[in-house]
Every structure is written in C-alpha cells, then in structure tokens.
C-alpha cells in the first residue's frame, strides 16, 4: 500500500507529459519516377510549342504602345522577346 501511495504522490509531483497525437497520412507516399518518354508524341508537341511562341512573338511585336503599356511593357521588352528565335523560351 506504501508503493502505491508513493507512485500517486509521484505522479502528483510529476505528471506525465502528454503523448503528441499521431501524425495521419491521408496521402500514401507516391514514388516519382519520369515518364516514358512518347518519342512522336514530343516531337508533335513541341511543334506546337514553337508553332505558339513564334505567333504570340509577332502579336507582340504589331502591339499598339498603349496596350503595352496596359501590359507594363516597354518597346525595349518587346524587343528583346522578339528577337529571340521560336526555339528559345
């Protein structure tokens, strides 16, 4: 009966810290590893790419200065965006 009223009076004195709540994984750990590589399919898509870049380049440059401007564009932005080629990003 002694021991029992030490291990109170200890646990009086002393209380135990509270357990940190578990962590729960709603998501299960996802390996990531790189795709395939669809050899047609990125040819055909970077066609594309290129297709967009050089169209949005020329839309550009025909812009008049006060939609650049609306855009926060200078001249000298427009230029240098257009004188890359469409390969380049």
Known sequence: M???ASTRENLRRDPVPAMPA??????PPVALRPAR???VANWF???ELWAERARERRLLAEAPDA???DLGLSRADVS???GKRFWQG
Do not use: D, G, N, Y
């Open 2 to 4: 002694a021991a029992l």
């Open 22 to 27: 578990p962590r729960l994984r709603l998501v």
């Open 37 to 39: 590589p669809r050899p």
């Open 45 to 47: 898509e970077r066609l």
């Open 67 to 69: 939609m650049l401007h």
């Open 80 to 82: 240098r965006e257009t």
